[in-house]
């Protein structure tokens, strides 16, 4: 097993995680912000994953992401205690078979990681109005970047991850808005549980930032009310 390094970083002001309107927000010394994710979440489908809905019906769809909200967080448990040099021990008992697996999958990918500033950190940017929870701010192979993990029942490509993309950008812009330093590079480690796949996915957010400003913007036009 490997030992990570963490290194300080300038204070972020604690903030405070609610639920405001039936969906996430969290509280900041600014106001009241919407989560990057519910966010995103709040906007159209996509294409195909409107279809995929459609096709399977409600319930299996809403079960299937149940589920898969499910496998993350026993997987992020799993990751978060790696990276914070905590013993890992009885992994299928304490983790679940899956979630084990997707983590041994993923194992190589996260011993790429070192010189940790921050594992699990909520963040917030007054610009934008919104906040969320970074799952990690590290070096990836000695680049420092904003890391994202993922689990999936089946692997998924670049282009149906646009999402994924935006939420680390928010974190980077956030990050460094927060603690001055720039970070540009974005990093989403993806494990799949079915086809026993591991990828990781390695953008720069400036291919992102104008597609988050154009989400935000649709995000207001679709609610007519603020971000906050």
Same mark, same amino acid.
Not at 39 to 49: A, I, S
């Given at each position: ?16 995680? !609610?639920?405001?309107?039936? *969906? ?35 319930? !299996? *769809? ?26 890992? +021990? ?8 899956? *979630? ?25 940017? +007054? ?18 970047? !904003? ?37 540009? +590079?974005? !990093?989403?480690?993806? *494990? ?33 009310? +603020?971000?906050?």
């Amino acid at each position: 097993m490997k030992t990570f390094k963490h290194v300080e970083h300038p204070e972020i002001p604690a903030i405070k995680q !609610v639920n405001a309107n039936g *969906a996430r927000h969290y509280e900041t010394p600014f106001g009241v912000y919407i989560s990057i994710t519910t966010m995103l979440h709040k906007l159209p489908l996509t294409p195909e994953l409107a279809k995929w809905r459609e096709d399977v019906g409600d319930d !299996v *769809a809403n079960y299937a992401m149940m589920m898969g909200a499910r496998r993350g967080n026993k997987l992020h448990s799993a990751v978060e205690s790696y990276l914070k040099n905590e013993p890992l +021990q009885n992994m299928k008992q304490n983790y679940g078979v899956i *979630a084990a697996g997707l983590f041994e999958l993923m194992q190589p990918a996260l011993d790429k990681i070192d010189n940790i500033r921050e594992i699990e950190q909520r963040l917030f940017s +007054q610009k934008m109005e919104l906040a969320g929870t970074t799952d990690c701010v590290a070096e990836y192979d000695g680049v420092p970047s !904003v890391i994202d993990f993922k689990s999936a029942s089946w692997m998924k490509d670049k282009d149906s991850i646009t999402n994924y993309f935006m939420q680390a950008t928010f974190y980077s812009l956030a990050w460094e808005e927060l603690t001055g330093e720039k970070i540009e +590079q974005i !990093v989403i480690i993806m *494990a799949s549980d079915n086809d026993g796949q591991m990828h990781v996915f390695i953008e720069q957010r400036s291919n992102y930032i104008e597609r988050l400003k154009q989400a935000i913007a649709d995000y207001k036009s679709l609610t007519g009310e +603020q971000i906050s």
